[in-house]
């Protein structure tokens, strides 16, 4: 008799397994390094007197291109790189900070268009990013929230870095993965942000290696350099003493000359002449001629610091024996930043608002530039002359903004190193440049989501023919309403100037998008948009003006972008900021996006306990020196400080807190004569004038937070150093938006002023 099969039992069972994606065979590595506001002459191997010998070297091993473009800012440039779509195709039309309720400006990049991270970790890759991300919006950056736009969420499935359009470079916000954390050192223990990005790009790379090097990983980085603040240690600085004192003019002519030697610029290419906006350097006084040498110095410094950590993870890469496996891209996500105006500035969120200090004032600060105490920007004409021999800057569609230097290196597969290569090409066509040089193909859907087309290329085919046909004929530029496109070899755009930054003052040019004049120039004759030849050929003109609106239209562009009317349309967020709030400490940073609004009017009061013997501490504090405010106790009195654009407001108790519980409140009253005060147990005990314009968190483009009970970074003052954390029994913080004592018949006004829920 037959024994019966028991299926209970492994005999005769057949097993199944899960798949698990393997990357093709010969995938190589891949590490996309995206630099920021550095622009077309800003790197040795472009030219540049900076030094960057690291950057240099991957171009000696690689290959340069020339005619490598982007959209102008950082947020558009880095979705079109990431998606290989058009940035208003993808929601991304401006930055972050300006995410509206139109289709081309969501600041959302939707489910339609997946990143190449997500589709390389598909394909059997691992995928880490490190610094900045300025990819979700400012209202999904607290810790609630939402996290669909955030690394993790968007095919990394490691990350470390911050979450804004800049931040300070001694004292970021950073996040690890979807966690808010300190960094690991504090400013004065010599901490950087740029060699904690690049340690932590390294740990990434071994771990991932020691684990399994047979698996190709993904690895973009995205330094906070060299966009503004320009902050690094003087060291860095000193071997550049004297190096800018011709000026900006003499600098350029000097870099224009070690471009066309190098041949990255053709032998007949035109320098075009100093516009009447940019100052004359020898008309300059000379202390304002030693301040903006010294501006540009600073940034010198902060460069080659950038290049020296990036170096140690090339290094890196060499010494583990992956270098030839590993395809390496660098480029820049538009041109260099005209955005410290004319003269510079040490404050640059202050500048945003026109508020930027005199000449004057920034001399008596000049040793600041750089250090701890400087939030600083160089002048615009460093900026014209950073894009040496291109037109323009950062925000605009003339080749200033959209061009930038670009460096491929794949070991063995470059069979001519050192090579400048001249194809036209886009931010878009990273995406399949390095598709194809993994074996993969971009999905047709992804989590049942069918993606929409992708309008970027490869690059690969110019890797081995310097003659391979350009494979963009059409390219369409659009940003904060200054419009372009190329078409076979032509490009038109238009002389519209953005009214930001004060630039319509000073800048020539239209002022409304009825009155545009499109120039036109030749680029197959013509490198650096120097000749504008509209007049001779029309016809091509109104045909290329023809064109920009059809990919306008195809690519979600309208309606343009106008500062500050479209930002009436900001979208607001899963959840408006609240009307009030309770806060206990112990906790990360609060986001700015979250806190009730402050602009109209606050007051936040908080329950503590004094022990006996006294307290001191931070109760709550958000920002810097260079905007912010901060309430704590010192030595047991009730002090609070505002870091104003014009300098640090303060305002006391005189008396300590007796031993046992105690309500403190500090408010901020505007009106005719604005003024802030502090309370103790209901009775004012202090107050003082708040007058011009304050620290309002929502102007900043970093990742803002405030902490209870502790503070991070730099104080806004110089009472004591952070994290100064309470010491005695901190028990809850409410803050509620709006005047304090409003009227019920204000509550129209009020709501207005404060956007409460």
Not at 384 to 409: E, F, H, Q
Not at 490 to 497: E, R
Not at 500 to 506: A, P, S
Request: proline share 8%.
């Amino acid at each position: 008799m037959d024994t019966p099969v028991v299926p209970s039992r492994v005999a005769g069972a057949t097993p199944s397994f899960v798949d698990y994606p393997v990357a093709p065979d010969g995938a190589p590595n891949v590490v996309v390094v995206v630099l920021d506001d550095v622009g077309f002459a800003q790197l040795g191997c472009f030219g540049s007197t900076i030094s960057t010998p690291n950057i240099d070297r991957l171009a000696a091993r690689g290959l340069r291109y020339n005619r490598f473009h982007v959209t102008a800012v950082c947020s558009a440039s880095r979705a079109a790189l990431l998606t290989g779509r058009n940035h208003h195709a993808v929601g991304m039309g401006v930055t972050e900070e300006a995410a509206l309720g139109f289709p081309g400006y969501t600041g959302r990049i939707p489910t339609s268009a997946a990143t190449v991270a997500r589709v390389l970790r598909d394909g059997g890759y691992n995928t880490m990013a490190v610094g900045k991300w300025h990819l979700a919006p400012k209202t999904d950056y607290s810790a609630a929230g939402p996290y669909r736009h955030w690394p993790l969420a968007m095919g990394f499935e490691k990350y470390y870095g911050f979450l804004g359009a800049e931040t300070s470079q001694w004292a970021p916000e950073l996040v690890r993965d979807n966690t808010h954390v300190d960094p690991p050192r504090t400013p004065e223990e010599g901490y950087h942000l740029t060699e904690d990005l690049v340690d932590e790009a390294i740990r990434m790379v071994q771990d991932q290696q020691q684990a399994e090097a047979r698996k190709p990983f993904f690895l973009y980085v995205a330094p906070g350099a060299a966009h503004a603040p320009h902050q690094v240690a003087e060291e860095w600085v000193e071997p550049y003493a004297g190096a800018f004192d011709g000026g900006w003019e003499a600098w350029r002519q000097q870099v224009f000359e070690r471009q066309v030697a190098a041949g990255i610029v053709p032998e007949d290419t035109v320098l075009p002449e100093r516009p009447a906006w940019i100052p004359d350097w020898e008309e300059l006084p000379d202390d304002q001629r030693r301040l903006f040498a010294r501006y540009m110095e600073v940034f010198a410094g902060f460069m080659t610091h950038t290049d020296h950590h990036l170096g140690r993870l090339f290094d890196y890469l060499e010494e583990r024996g992956i270098a030839d496996d590993t395809l390496v891209i660098v480029t820049s996500d538009n041109g260099a930043s005209g955005e410290g105006g004319t003269t510079g500035t040490l404050n640059e969120a202050a500048g945003w608002l026109g508020n930027g200090e005199s000449v004057e004032e920034s001399l008596e600060r000049i040793d600041d530039i750089g250090g701890h105490d400087g939030y600083n920007h160089y002048p615009f004409g460093w900026a014209w002359a950073g894009n040496t021999p291109l037109r323009l800057w950062k925000r605009y569609s003339w080749l200033g903004g959209v061009r930038t230097p670009l460096i491929l290196d794949w070991g063995a597969r470059v069979r001519t190193p050192g090579a400048v290569r001249d194809q036209f090409c886009h931010a878009v066509d990273v995406y399949g440049t390095v598709l194809e040089a993994a074996g993969l193909a971009a999905p047709a859907s992804v989590d049942g989501v069918t993606q929409q087309p992708v309008d970027g290329g490869s690059m690969l085919p110019s890797i081995d023919d310097a003659g391979a046909a350009e494979h963009r004929k059409v390219q369409y530029f659009e940003m904060m309403g200054s419009r372009g496109i190329y078409a076979d070899g032509w490009k038109a755009v238009t002389d519209y100037v953005a009214n930001q930054f004060g630039e319509r003052e000073v800048l020539g040019g239209s002022h409304d998008f009825a009155t545009d004049r499109w120039s036109l120039f030749r680029l197959t004759d013509d490198f650096s948009e120097a000749v504008d030849v509209a007049d001779q050929h029309p016809d091509v003109v109104r045909r290329l003006e023809e064109l920009w609106w059809a990919e306008a239209g195809r690519n979600q562009v309208l309606p343009l972008f106008e500062f500050p009317d479209s930002m009436v349309h900001m979208h607001p967020g899963a959840y408006p900021p609240p009307q009030r709030a309770w806060y206990t400490p112990g906790g990360g940073p609060i986001h700015d996006s979250q806190l009730p609004m402050t602009v109209g009017g606050f007051e936040m009061r908080a329950r503590i306990v004094v022990p006996e013997g006294g307290v001191e501490g931070v109760i709550t504090a958000i920002g810097d020196r260079h905007g912010g405010w901060g309430w704590y106790l010192l030595e047991g009195r009730p002090v609070a400080t505002f870091a104003l654009f014009s300098g640090p407001v303060r305002l006391a108790c005189p008396d300590p807190l007796t031993p046992g519980p105690h309500e403190l409140a500090l408010q901020y009253l505007p009106g005719a004569e604005p003024r802030a005060a502090l309370l103790v147990d209901g009775e004012e005990r202090a107050s003082a004038a708040l007058p011009g314009l304050f620290f309002f968190p929502n102007l900043s483009t970093a990742g803002i937070g405030m902490f209870v009970g502790r503070d991070q970074g730099f104080a806004v003052g110089d009472d004591y150093r952070p994290p100064f954390a309470f010491t005695g029994d901190l028990l809850e913080v409410e803050l509620v938006a709006g005047r304090p004592g409003a009227r019920p018949d204000d509550e129209t006004r009020l709501r207005a002023a404060v956007a409460s829920d």
